[in-house]
């Protein structure tokens, strides 16, 4: 099982930008589809992003055209560069090693610890 290890969350204004980073202990992740989640207090988790082993992206309505989601799989590394935040945002942010079924992906089994980004008005 692959480990993560999540960074680059905090506080930010709206209209701010964070870039989060998942940092894979395998080797190399490049067979793995990879995707980044959030969850807000009492809200379920939701997919924001993911990235197939090819770098095809998908991303939820929400974040689509803030959100950029790559890979590097040469370091193990995967990013989600959010620009022009917004309250709404704010929430643990994961990422997860899993697959894609045509155009929907899975969560996979691998999970990091989450990193907490935080948008204020």
């Known amino acids: 099982q692959v480990q993560l290890v999540e960074s680059g969350g905090g506080l930010v204004q709206a209209g701010g930008s964070l870039r989060l980073s998942c940092a894979a202990s395998?080797?190399?992740?490049?067979?793995?589809?990879m995707g980044w989640y959030r969850q807000a207090p009492g809200k379920q988790r939701e997919l924001v992003a993911a990235i197939s082993p090819g770098g095809s992206t998908s991303y939820v309505d929400s974040v689509k055209g803030r959100f950029t989601i790559s890979r590097d799989n040469l370091e193990s590394t995967v990013y989600l560069q959010m620009n022009s935040l917004k309250p709404e945002d704010t929430a643990v942010y994961s990422c997860?090693?899993?697959?894609?079924?045509?155009?929907?992906?899975?969560?996979?089994?691998?999970w990091g610890q989450g990193t907490q980004v935080t948008v204020s008005s």
């Open positions: 395998a080797r190399t992740i490049s067979a793995n589809a």
């Open positions: 997860n090693a899993g697959y894609f079924h045509g155009e929907t992906y899975y969560s996979g089994g691998s």
